[in-house]
């Protein structure tokens, strides 16, 4: 049984590993993710064609996807401010895989993250912008961070697998938010349903392009994310707890005779995750949404762990999968509008690349010419 549950461990780590061993797995690195956007967008036409939707409504959809999503520059403001919380929980998440650990918890650190951010956003007050804005973030942060670091401090201590423990932290969270949100120094004035003051001026995180355009949403945040992701994969890959992470996700037995501390590298890494997800969750609520209400995390952390798992852990990699699935999700309202397929099918879209890029093995047989011409060239170098 232990054998069992080890193979399939590292099965699980091999499906997140990134491979560039050479120019053939390279190619595949690349090529797998492209061909499974193509096959889950036609697949996602034959379900439209199986649920009675007009071949002309199906290339409309399409169309108005792709307009949604890059056709203009509100269209890419909406792409981009999609894509923020996506990516720095996506890059925890990623952390956490490259540590050996399952963060199923980003969708709760998100929730704390935010609510402890809109909370500070109006409790603290006579600050200005350039102190109060990271102040709050920072308290977002390190909230997501104490938050998950109690899933990694349940697993280094007792050995509670963090997939559990996330995931019951998740409901936890969930159910603290309402309740939270119905206390009299919380909840907004003259107001009977769960929703909280809204975050002060000073703390809101500015827009970037409100000189072109007042209404175009996308905001510091996405400089925020482009910094993460430079430090993360700084972290990972030329700092000394990044090699800890890497080793002990690698293997854990060759981690432990290096002298690495195993309980000390889970708590810190489920801790820097948490960090990344909590930051999400308050750039969430002082760049988009203005205050705390129930769900206003809206799925984004389990949205994330598709991001990591496409990304393949790699924060260029989480970066580019961030940037497709903001671009679905902003490109899917648009469809809505313009064609009248459901909104729902994107969710479709977004499941179906995820079951292609987690199954290789079936990509390669559907389309084996791409792969064989990648392998013989790949053999012919090595030959040489």
Do not use: C
Not at 147 to 161: K, S, V
Not at 321 to 327: D, I, M, S, W
Not at 360 to 383: E, Y
């Amino acid at each position: 049984m232990t054998s069992d549950t080890s193979k399939s461990s590292r099965s699980t780590i091999d499906l997140l590993r990134p491979v560039t061993g050479s120019q053939a797995t390279l190619g595949e690195l690349f090529f797998i993710p492209i061909v499974a956007v193509i096959l889950a967008l036609l697949l996602s036409a034959l379900i439209m064609l199986a649920t009675s939707v007009a071949p002309a409504n199906i290339a409309k959809s399409f169309v108005a996807l792709a307009y949604g999503s890059v056709g203009s520059l509100a269209a890419i403001s909406e792409t981009l401010t999609s894509t923020i919380p996506l990516v720095l929980s996506g890059l925890g998440i990623g952390l956490a895989f490259r540590a050996g650990l399952f963060n199923i918890g980003a969708e709760g650190q998100i929730v704390i993250g935010g609510l402890a951010a809109v909370i500070a956003s109006f409790a603290i007050t006579g600050l200005p912008f350039y102190v109060h804005m990271p102040l709050v973030l920072t308290i977002g942060m390190l909230a997501g961070a104490l938050y998950a670091g109690l899933a990694g401090f349940l697993r280094a201590a007792t050995g509670a697998h963090e997939v559990i423990s996330t995931i019951m932290l998740n409901l936890i969270a969930f159910r603290m938010l309402d309740y939270v949100l119905r206390q009299p120094f919380i909840q907004k004035e003259g107001r009977s349903d769960p929703i909280s003051k809204a975050v002060l001026e000073t703390a809101e995180l500015p827009r970037l392009l409100t000189f072109i355009d007042p209404n175009l949403r996308v905001h510091a945040g996405l400089v925020i994310m482009l910094i993460s992701v430079a430090l993360i994969y700084w972290l990972l890959f030329r700092s000394k707890l990044g090699f800890a992470f890497r080793v002990s996700g690698e293997n854990p037995d060759a981690a432990k005779y290096a002298g690495i501390r195993a309980g000390l590298t889970i708590v810190l890494a489920m801790a820097l995750a948490g960090g990344l997800a909590g930051l999400a969750g308050a750039t969430q609520v002082t760049g988009v949404l203005g205050r705390a209400s129930p769900g206003f995390s809206a799925g984004i952390g389990f949205d994330a762990i598709a991001v990591a798992l496409l990304g393949r852990s790699h924060p260029v990699g989480i970066l580019l999968a961030g940037l497709l699935f903001g671009a679905l999700e902003a490109g899917g309202r648009q469809m809505q509008v313009d064609a009248g397929v459901s909104i729902d099918l994107i969710g479709i879209v977004q499941a179906l690349i995820i079951v292609f890029v987690a199954a290789p093995l079936l990509v390669k047989q559907i389309l084996p010419f791409g792969f064989s011409a990648v392998s013989k060239k790949s053999a012919s170098d090595d030959q040489s």
